[in-house]
């Protein structure tokens, strides 16, 4: 399972197993607001620029700006799928079975079926193909980086969003994590129902 260069993701996984193989990866498991999104990317790296495979790497390792060029690389030119599950789910499910949901509904949603998927993390999402739980696998597999890109700006997106309609919270910085900021925006404005009421921080509040 271990790439040749652990420092950068490469596609050696995903050679191993042929045929169409599908990374997928999520964003937003921590925040205490906002949806969990999952993403779900098949490459074909023969028709893509190499300085896109040579930029592909963990989104949280990449900055902003690059982060957002090799998002749009990504959508334009390898089949994708988005998924996410929404603040009601993540509380009536968990947000380990919010987060699985959301990948399975990205896989669904890629344009052609792939035979195989990996997945960042260690739990199986219940795909219906076979599947291979690579912990770390955004630092390890290029497929995986490019649906952790698409999943972290797609969910920055919706926070950004939201932080129009319920501002003092600070969710255009901090995505709904729970910073000083947020928590200063929870104690003057209150709870909004776009808070994870499950999350121990905002059961407190609301208690």
Known sequence: MATSDPAMPDFAFETS???HVAGIDEAGRGPWAGPVVAAAVILNPPKMPAELIAGLDDSKKLRKPIREALYDHIM?????GIGQASVEEIDSLNILQ??????????ANLPHPAQF???DGNRDPGLGVPTHCLVGGDASSLSIAAASILAKVTRDRIMEGLAHEF???GWEK???YGTKLHQQGLVEHGVTPHHRRSFAPIKKLLK
């Open 117 to 119: 998927a990996i997945v």
């Open 98 to 107: 919010a987060t699985m949901l959301a990948m399975r509904r990205a896989f």
């Open 76 to 80: 334009t030119g390898a089949a994708h």
């Open 17 to 19: 197993l042929g045929g």
């Open 167 to 169: 501002p003092g919270y």
């Open 174 to 176: 901090n995505a709904g």
